[in-house]
């Protein structure tokens, strides 16, 4: 019977530290942690793996429930594979543990309460934008990969796999802006 932690931030900005140290007083004996959204599973590596790992016993305990995620349906299905596998979930803050009936109505509460809090981040962030675009000052997001790199690579007969890793991206990404630049009329 082992307690596994989970942390969990949405930017890289962020900070993990926090929850790790309250993950270690609370006494768990491993615990995982990643930067990625929280909006759905996909590209959570690390929450994979506790689920893998997860035996009969065992107890996923993570800080706020928002940590596991940010849809109702996703944090549900998640509880319940911890279930199918004999484990609890726990939440530190407020306290509440599947290991009773009235956990699970809490955790069901909360859920909807995280994801309608997603909706209102989008809201407010969508109205800002809004905003910036009528006062003139709205530039959209920067790009997160040199585009122009991309393309001077693959000029110069490198593969895709290749050039996704000098740029950090998939090679999706790759094959994205190569598709998008012979696209465009010259």
Same mark, same amino acid.
């Given at each position: +019977? %082992?307690? *596994?932690?989970? #942390?969990?931030? %949405? /930017? *890289?900005?962020?900070?993990?530290? /926090? =929850?790790?140290?309250?993950?270690?007083?609370?006494?768990? #004996?491993? $615990?995982?942690?990643?930067?990625?959204?929280?909006?759905?599973?996909?590209?959570?590596?690390?929450?994979?793996?506790?689920?893998?790992?997860?035996?009969?016993?065992?107890?996923?305990?993570?800080?706020?429930?928002?940590?596991?995620?940010?849809?109702?349906?996703?944090?549900?299905?998640?509880?319940?594979?911890?279930?199918?596998?004999?484990? &609890?979930?726990?939440?530190?803050?407020?306290?509440? %543990?599947?290991?009773?009936? @009235?956990?699970?109505?809490?955790? /069901?509460?909360?859920? +909807?309460?995280?994801?309608?809090?997603?909706? &209102?981040?989008?809201?407010? =962030?969508?109205?800002? *934008?809004?905003? #910036?675009?009528?006062?003139?000052?709205?530039?959209?997001?920067?790009?997160?990969? !040199?585009?122009?790199?991309? $393309?001077?690579?693959?000029?110069?007969? +490198?593969?895709?796999? !290749? *050039?996704?890793?000098?740029?950090?991206?998939?090679? @999706?990404?790759?094959?994205?802006?190569?598709?998008? /630049? &012979?696209?465009?009329?010259?």
């Amino acid at each position: +019977m %082992s307690r *596994i932690g989970y #942390a969990r931030v %949405s /930017t *890289i900005d962020q900070d993990l530290d /926090t =929850q790790i140290a309250k993950l270690k007083a609370e006494g768990c #004996a491993v $615990i995982r942690s990643e930067k990625a959204s929280g909006a759905s599973r996909d590209g959570r590596a690390e929450l994979a793996t506790i689920i893998d790992f997860l035996r009969p016993g065992d107890e996923l305990v993570v800080t706020r429930l928002d940590r596991l995620g940010r849809d109702t349906r996703d944090v549900l299905n998640l509880i319940h594979e911890c279930e199918q596998r004999g484990a &609890f979930v726990t939440v530190l803050d407020p306290h509440v %543990s599947t290991r009773g009936e @009235m956990g699970h109505i809490v955790l /069901t509460v909360l859920g +909807m309460v995280a994801q309608m809090e997603r909706r &209102f981040i989008k809201e407010r =962030q969508r109205e800002g *934008i809004e905003k #910036a675009k009528g006062a003139g000052v709205y530039v959209g997001g920067r790009a997160r990969i !040199d585009h122009g790199r991309v $393309i001077e690579l693959s000029r110069g007969e +490198m593969g895709v796999s !290749d *050039i996704a890793k000098a740029v950090g991206c998939s090679r @999706m990404q790759v094959y994205r802006i190569l598709k998008g /630049t &012979f696209e465009r009329p010259t």
